[in-house]
């Protein structure tokens, strides 16, 4: 073989093996899989979904899992209870593109305490302030479990796409706009809202405090199939 032909059939060789290994998505067909409609229930009441598990992997443990630290903040309103956010504006896995939120599992006493050592407040509207946390208790979060997660994806899902996927759910609610539809799947601790004039948002908790999920829909009536 020629010089002049050498490099050329390497190339297409090299190509040729980058092909055959990798997946039509660009990962490994052997690695793992982590898609929004992969929910596995656990004997314990709580799921493993995006390669955690609720309930008991950290902050820690998901900002491995996705390459990216989050941003973390205390929500306190002055009406209602105060949450430990922590927040990925870009996130991919699988090929799928999305933000996600995930909320920590602290108590009422430790949560006053975050809010008295913060080191920052700002207001972001009536009645609501966002807290940034001491450089400590940033730790303390990423050491502390999640105890819900909320993914809310780029790309815009149809209906039918979401049904093939997710399956029937047990229940649908509708909100009192009538564009917004709650599709309740209790077995799996998911409330897939499905809103059709904007994007899709995916609420998950342990399937043992799918009960979380219902009370904020309690004041909507509107449920079209039988309650769960």
Do not use: C
């Not at 998505?25 to 656990?42: C, H, N, T, V």
């Not at 699988?94 to 920590?104: E, I, P, Q």
């Amino acid at each position: 073989m020629g010089k002049s032909t050498f490099w050329p059939v390497l190339l297409l060789t090299i190509v040729a093996v980058v092909i055959a290994v990798l997946s039509p998505d660009g990962s490994r067909p052997d690695a793992p899989r982590y898609l929004p409609w992969e929910i596995e229930p656990l004997a314990n009441g709580n799921s493993r979904v995006f390669g955690i598990v609720l309930g008991e992997s950290t902050l820690g443990d998901l900002e491995h899992r996705i390459g990216e630290e989050a941003e973390v903040s205390l929500f306190a309103p002055d009406k209602g209870k105060r949450v430990v956010e922590g927040y990925f504006n870009s996130v991919a896995l699988s090929g799928l593109k999305a933000r996600m939120v995930a909320t920590l599992d602290f108590d009422e006493q430790q949560l006053a305490g975050l809010f008295d050592r913060g080191a920052r407040i700002k207001t972001l509207a009536v009645g609501m302030r966002k807290v940034t946390l001491s450089d400590d208790d940033v730790l303390l979060a990423r050491a502390t479990p999640i105890v819900a997660l909320t993914y809310l994806p780029r790309a815009d899902l149809k209906p039918e796409v979401l049904l093939r996927r997710f399956g029937e759910p047990a229940r649908r609610v509708r909100e009192d706009n009538d564009k917004v539809v709650h599709w309740l799947y209790p077995g799996k601790g998911l409330d897939l809202v499905v809103n059709e004039e904007g994007k899709e948002v995916l609420q998950y908790v342990p399937p043992r405090h799918f009960d979380r999920l219902l009370k904020p829909l309690e004041k909507f009536n509107q449920a079209i199939d039988p309650a769960i």
